[in-house]
């Protein structure tokens, strides 16, 4: 076999393999429901009841509870006394044992100062409860029918409540730390509010489960109002196909996915623009810091994000339509105005490599810091928008991370389940981030992001406030003064395509497995160890041999060529350069693309005497690369479906192995293989050749 097709099979491998592997990266698993429909939205937001509680919850030893409301002001302490007196006599020693009194709705249950670990609900399930058929969902637990949750409410729920209308729960402490829900890591949730619609909960701590501290679902109105959640494998506040929500002063940390989670938020916006009646759930004066992601929502449609802080995570908020089965895919209409999120570098990844996560959860160190992150994302990022549109962001307070404050990718309709090709590019449009103070603090103080803007160049009607900083692409479709102004929009069907590799490769993480992708920047990788330097390197390589070979055998007596082939391997050594530098955005890829496309262009010049086809080839190569270098670092263009980076790829690929051929083949063009001249007629013999 000789050396061209050698080389030609092994560069038909490499491209094999790498398109392999492109399109067998695993599709994420993250919450599992049953089927569920969105309320009709005939209800409305609770409102508060100040009035005497219907039934009570205590603890029996007094002593105890004297000491904890020993330093009240004197009149919450007169109110509990009191409430203890009554509870004593008439109340109940658990909240659960509370909540199936409950008879009618309207009622209210207040919870007296003390530690509830509802010591009835905890033990593991027996009986028909123990032998209940259902699906299992990917991380192990059963996902239960409505009326199986009924017939065995604690096979994975401390405190049931279903079906139970306007139904009011507080704490009466001084704090909500006065009143602790403890699953002590032996249910998948705390309180499971599910079909009670008007449910509000107030003034308490839930806390250590293997899923959610609270969740709601299916409720048509309910308020967490001063509650706070901690410490949980997945969840703080998980609040899913629900509608007339509200959130309000709390606080959740030390969970492994998010703090706040309003997946699947009703779908009433649907198919408006910018300007819509309502939202479905507000979330407002909350904290949530030192989980996986502050805030998150796969689905979150329809969500106001106003007034919080989100800070001390992997990433501030998340809104996604990665995963099925979340109806109101994919994910459209949240607003985030006035939010703090800053300072989300921490990056917990490193508990599941050491095998920390492997452990049973109450051995994982939860209390002492320890989140184990459920899901792929960037660490030290501000708000990541994976698959959503017509979403708002504007007069946010954006500042110190370490990778970037704004992502934005598309998500294609097949990895939520969804075939039809119409579907595939449903994603990332009409986002719109505007308005927002990005890399400075409310007192003024500089705090600047690594960079402003990552994003994948997939989508139509995205735009970016002018002031951004660092961005890779270099430039970006700028926001008008009104919603709906875009100046230089793209319309592009598919994202960059290293951006695109990345994604895929990053995305291939599994906490159960302990399984973190090789290649990805987010869990560790630096250098050559990252799939864009590997990606830049493989094809810097591949060139640069095409190339020499091309001008060594065709056109090594042109200097032209020789010129053009040493500003083509600077570029090709830049682009690996550039490629290490990716977190950190800089002109260090447009100028590789600049040299590179200027050494295509004056090759292909060369090359038109001797083979021109190849020739005209080689200068539209270097023509798209220049046109790629503009669109990357002045101007994205409008009107094309693609990036110049996709044709160039394409093309670059036929060029290769066009070039490897004409390198190998014999003909003209070739300074050793000219033929020899042949004698002049009628020359003159030399001295000593005679004639006979």
């Known amino acids: 076999m000789s050396w061209t097709r050698r080389l030609v099979l092994a560069l038909t491998v490499v491209l094999a393999a790498l398109a392999a592997a492109l399109l067998t990266a695993p599709v994420a698993q993250a919450h599992e429901e ?100 259902a699906p299992q969902s990917a991380l192990g637990y059963q996902i239960l029918s409505y009326e199986q949750q009924r017939q065995c409410p604690h096979n994975q729920n401390l405190v049931a409540i279903l079906g139970k209308k306007n139904l009011q729960i507080e704490g009466t402490g001084a704090s909500r730390l006065d009143v602790v829900i ?21 003034n308490f701590t839930a806390q250590r489960t293997t899923f959610n501290s609270l969740y709601v679902l299916a409720a048509d109105g309910f308020v967490i109002d001063d509650v706070l959640t901690r410490w949980n494998d997945e969840y ?46 507000e979330i407002t004066g909350c904290r949530s810091h030192h989980n996986m992601v502050g805030y998150s929502g796969t689905a979150g449609d329809s969500v106001w994000v106003h007034d919080n802080e989100f800070d001390h995570n992997m990433g501030g908020a998340s809104m996604d339509s990665a995963f099925p089965g979340h109806p109101g895919l994919p994910q459209n209409h949240a607003k985030f105005e006035r939010n703090l999120i800053h300072d989300n570098n921490q990056n917990y990844y490193p508990y599941v490599a050491d095998g920390t996560c492997a452990r049973p959860p109450v051995e994982r160190g939860y209390e002492q810091g320890v989140v184990c992150p459920q899901i792929s994302m960037p660490p030290g990022t501000g708000i990541i928008t994976a698959g959503g549109n017509w979403n708002l962001y504007e007069d946010n307070w954006i500042y110190g991370h370490q990778r970037s404050a704004f992502f934005l990718s598309a998500v294609p309709a ?76 793209t319309d592009r069907l598919i994202g960059e395509p290293v951006k695109l590799a990345q994604l895929l490769v990053c995305a291939d993480y599994n906490v159960q497995a302990r399984r973190l992708p090789t290649g990805c920047d987010w869990y560790g990788s630096r250098g050559l160890q990252r799939v864009e330097t590997q990606l830049a390197l493989g094809g810097a390589l591949v060139l640069a041999l095409a190339g020499l070979a091309l001008w060594w055998r065709r056109l090594r007596d042109s200097r032209l060529a020789g010129a053009a082939t040493l500003l083509g391997l600077a570029g090709l050594a830049l682009d690996v350069a550039g490629s290490t530098l990716a977190l950190t955005p800089t002109a260090v890829p447009a100028l590789a693309l600049l040299l590179t496309g200027a050494w295509w262009t004056l090759l292909g010049l060369a090359l038109r005497p001797r083979r021109p086809v190849l020739a005209w080839t080689t200068v539209t190569l270097g023509a798209l690369t220049l046109l790629d270098a503009f669109d990357k670092a002045i101007l994205m263009i409008p009107g094309i479906p693609v990036s110049p980076a996709w044709l160039r790829l394409l093309l670059g690929v036929v060029w290769v192995l066009w070039a490897v051929v004409a390198a190998g083949g014999r003909g003209p063009g070739s300074p050793e293989q000219a033929p020899a001249a042949a004698p002049r007629t009628g020359a003159v013999p030399a001295h000593g050749e005679g004639t006979a």
């Open 34 to 133: 049953r089927p569920v429909t969105f309320p009709d939205g005939s209800g409305s937001v609770p409102k508060l009841r100040t009035g005497e509680p219907d039934l009570l919850v205590c603890k029996t030893d007094r002593a105890a509870f004297e000491r904890r409301i020993s330093g009240y002001p004197a009149a919450l302490k007169a109110r509990n006394l009191t409430l203890y007196e009554r509870c004593a006599r008439s109340g109940y020693r658990h909240l659960q044992q509370a909540v199936d009194a409950v008879d009618r709705p309207g009622l209210t249950i207040a919870i007296l100062p003390g530690l509830y670990e509802e010591e009835p609900s905890l033990p593991p399930p027996t009986g028909a409860c123990a032998t209940l058929k």
């Open 182 to 202: 403890d699953a002590k890591y032996r249910k998948l949730n705390a309180l499971r509010a599910d079909g009670s619609d008007g449910v509000y909960f107030r």
């Open 236 to 281: 703080g506040f998980l609040t899913f196909a629900s509608d007339h929500g509200l959130y309000k002063n709390c606080e959740s940390y030390g969970n492994g996915d998010s703090g706040i989670y309003p997946g699947s938020a009703s779908n009433i916006n649907d198919g408006r623009g910018y300007d819509v009646p309502r939202y479905s759930i």
């Open 414 to 489: 097949f990895i939520r389940g969804e075939s039809a090709w119409d579907k595939q590019t449903d994603t990332s449009h009409r986002n719109r981030y505007a308005g927002n103070h990005l890399g400075v603090d409310r007192a003024g103080t500089a705090r600047p992001n690594r960079s402003d803007v990552w994003w994948d160049g997939q989508g139509s009607g995205n735009c970016w406030q002018s002031d951004t900083g660092a961005a890779t692409p270099g430039a970006l479709p700028a926001c008008g003064p009104n919603r709906g102004d875009v100046s230089g929009n």
